[in-house]
C-alpha cells in the first residue's frame, strides 16, 4: 500500500472549515483514498473514502487531485467534538482482507 | 447502534495471567482484526482472520494468539500477560471485495499488566 504524509497537527476556529491535507505521491491506479478520525480514547471512525471523483457525505467533503497524489478532507463547518487525529490511508480496492497500517496522522484541534 | 462490540473497556491484570479479549460484529462480515495502540507508535496489526477458523498472524503476534470458531466473534489470548503487553487494543471487520463502508473498529480495550 502507498505510503501517506500528512501534517502532524493543525488548529481551526469552531464554526470555520476545516481543510486537512494528504500526500500519497505512490498511490497505484487501483488504490482508494480513506479517511478515518479517532477522537480520544476511542477507536478509529471511517469518515468518507474515493478513487478519483471528489465525494460528499454527511460527515465531510473530499477532494482528490486530478494526478491522485493528493486529497484534502474538508469538514464544512467544525465544532469542538471535531477535535480528533485524522488519518489518511490509501488501500488497494478489493482490500477487504488487508490490514489497515495508520501513520500518525494529524492532531486536528478546534479553538472555541 | 453498535456494529463491533468489545466485551471490555479497561481490564487490568495480573504478570503471568492468561487474559481473554473478546469482540463480536453483527454485521455479517468476513474479516476481523485485531490491533494494540501505544503511543508514538500508531496502529499495529497483532492478527486477522479471512474466514471462521482461519487466521493470519500481523505485524506483530508474539505473545499473542486468536480463536474465531463462529464468523461473529474474534477472540485475542494473551498466553502469559507481561508488562509490555500494557495497551490499547482495538478490534476491527471489514468485508471482503467490498470496500464501501472500509473498516469498522470497536471502542477499544485498555488493558493494564501489572
Known amino acids: 500500500d502507498a505510503k501517506t504524509t500528512q501534517p502532524p497537527s493543525m488548529d481551526c476556529a469552531e464554526g470555520r472549515a476545516a481543510n486537512l491535507p494528504c500526500n500519497h505521491s505512490?498511490?497505484?491506479?487501483?488504490?482508494?483514498v480513506y479517511w478515518y478520525r479517532q477522537i480520544h480514547s476511542q477507536g478509529p471512525q471511517y469518515i468518507i473514502h474515493?478513487?478519483?471523483n471528489n465525494e460528499t457525505n454527511e460527515m465531510a467533503s473530499l477532494i482528490i487531485t486530478e494526478d491522485r497524489k493528493s486529497s484534502t478532507l474538508i469538514l464544512p463547518h467544525a465544532t469542538l467534538r471535531d477535535t480528533a487525529v485524522y488519518y489518511c490511508?490509501?488501500?488497494?480496492?478489493?482490500?477487504?482482507?488487508?490490514?489497515?497500517?495508520f501513520g500518525k496522522g494529524t492532531h486536528l484541534i478546534i479553538q472555541p | 447502534d453498535v456494529k463491533v462490540t468489545q466485551s471490555s473497556r479497561y481490564l487490568v491484570k495480573r504478570t503471568g495471567e492468561k487474559v481473554f479479549l473478546e469482540c463480536v460484529q453483527d454485521?455479517?462480515?468476513?474479516?476481523m482484526f485485531w490491533y494494540r495502540q501505544d503511543p508514538g507508535l500508531g496502529l499495529r496489526l497483532i492478527y486477522f482472520?479471512?474466514?471462521?477458523?482461519?487466521?493470519e498472524k500481523g505485524d506483530i503476534p508474539e505473545g499473542y494468539s486468536v480463536s474465531r470458531e463462529k464468523k461473529e466473534r474474534f477472540s485475542l489470548i494473551l498466553e502469559s500477560a507481561s508488562t509490555n503487553q500494557t495497551s490499547m487494543y482495538l478490534c476491527?471487520?471489514?468485508?471482503?471485495?467490498?470496500?464501501?463502508?472500509?473498516?469498522?473498529f470497536g471502542s477499544g480495550t485498555r488493558l493494564t499488566v501489572v
Open positions: 476491527a471487520s471489514s468485508l471482503s471485495g467490498e470496500m464501501s463502508y472500509g473498516y469498522t
Open positions: 505512490t498511490i497505484s491506479g487501483n488504490e482508494y
Open positions: 474515493g478513487l478519483k
Open positions: 490511508i490509501v488501500l488497494k480496492s478489493g482490500g477487504g482482507a488487508d490490514g489497515l497500517t
Open positions: 454485521m455479517d462480515h468476513e474479516n
Open positions: 482472520s479471512y474466514d471462521v477458523k482461519m487466521k
